[in-house]
């Protein structure tokens, strides 16, 4: 029945990366539908990104009150309910509005699923769970453009998710007695009384917190800006530029099922070593100034390659290093510092580049390497203490 339980956790991680690209699909038609600016897809992103971060700072307490099975179930019921009122939306307030919900279902299942996996399974599931929400990234947009391409309106596209979404809802709340397990009660209530300060002041947590932001504004910043910068600074076709920004997110989730072989026998600290070495010599190749275009389009695999097992490594490593009873409490924390990153550093590179140039892409990504690779070595030597 454990083994049971992992495949529903792995399908809830295919489930997690459903949502988040669907709306970047169906923007260009659903904003002609609303009669809106094709610009107020930021104000939604911010809306959702913003109930994300509430949701996992929450995360900590909400878990220890309910568990992780119906924190879960009903989080991507949440989502699923949120899914179809997009789908039926009159107008972009509404669409506002249900953001809300979006945002908190998806920041708290994410929380709960990583705090679970991590205190329960190996690190080689983590990684494999993280591909398999690459999955879920990669799925949303084909059925989208399925739905367009066939002549359906953006609105099934979202019900198409939806439905998905709720089937998975209905086999959580039907899986919820396997979730409990012996020694959940007692991990759960002794984190009862932290608070958010308590949780800043054990030692490493900050350095944790900053490793997390500085990689997810580095992997939000490549993807969001590559076909950008290799069709408008490099003079890549268009079609090319694409092409290789997508294979940006490929490289991720073919390192994170390379990484799920090798993970337990490196262990994490190494896998976030290899990783943030592998992100440097692929942002060596973005900026290498030579004439042929090949070293920044591979550059761009080489940097989703090495992004592949430092998400999945920090937060595995996590109950290790500030111990089982905390994990739920910081993992929340290290959630809400990842979609800050995600959230605010591609706007901040937009604003550089309209002021300097798009030929500051790959330094831009460099600083937040230098800073992941600082913060995650003064985290190794405060724990070695």
């Not at 949303?140 to 198409?160: E, N």
């Not at 604003?351 to 937040?368: E, K, M, N, T």
């Not at 992941?372 to 190794?380: G, I, K």
Request: net charge neutral; with cysteine.
């Amino acid at each position: 029945m454990f083994s049971f339980l992992l495949a529903i956790i792995y399908i809830s991680f295919i489930s997690l990366g459903l949502p988040d690209p669907l709306l970047g699909s169906a923007w260009p038609v659903m904003h002609d539908t609303l009669g809106v600016p094709l610009s107020y897809a930021g104000i939604i992103s911010m809306l959702i990104a913003g109930s994300t971060i509430v949701s996992s700072l929450m995360s900590g307490a909400v878990n220890r009150r309910f568990g992780t099975g119906l924190v879960t179930a009903v989080s991507v019921l949440t989502t699923a309910l949120a899914l179809f009122g997009f789908a039926v939306a009159p107008s972009f307030p509404v669409l506002c509005i249900l953001a809300v919900p979006y945002g908190l279902g998806a920041g708290a299942v994410d929380a709960a699923l990583n705090n679970y996996v991590s205190l329960h399974y190996a690190a080689r599931h983590m990684s494999w769970l993280h591909c398999f929400w690459g999955v879920g990234t990669s799925l949303s947009p084909f059925i989208m453009s399925f739905c367009l391409t066939r002549g359906f309106p953006w609105q099934a596209g979202y019900v198409s998710v939806a439905v998905l979404q709720s089937v998975l809802t209905a086999v959580l709340f039907f899986t919820l007695p396997l979730w409990k397990k012996p020694s959940d009660s007692a991990e759960e209530a002794s984190d009862e009384a932290k608070s958010f300060s308590a949780v800043l002041r054990l030692r490493g947590v900050p350095f944790a917190l900053i490793t997390m932001l500085a990689y997810c504004a580095l992997e939000a910043t490549c993807g969001l800006w590559a076909s950008s910068f290799l069709s408008e600074f490099r003079g890549v076709s268009t079609e090319s530029a694409a092409r290789f920004a997508s294979l940006f997110y490929l490289g991720i989730t073919f390192g994170r099922l390379v990484s799920g072989f090798v993970s337990e026998r490196l262990g994490d600290r190494k896998m976030i070593r290899i990783g943030i070495g592998i992100v440097f010599l692929g942002t060596v190749c973005v900026a290498a100034p030579v004439e042929s275009d090949l070293s920044s389009l591979w550059g761009l695999v080489v940097i989703g390659v090495g992004c592949a097992p430092i998400y999945p490594s920090v937060i595995h490593a996590t109950p290790q290093l500030f111990g089982r009873e905390n994990s739920g409490s910081v993992i929340g924390l290290e959630m809400a510092f990842a979609m800050t990153g995600v959230t605010f550093m591609p706007s901040v590179f937009g604003f550089i580049s309209d002021h300097l140039s798009l030929g500051a892409y790959p330094f831009f990504l460099g600083v937040f390497a230098i800073l992941m690779l600082a913060s995650s070595e003064a985290l190794n030597r405060i724990m070695k203490k």
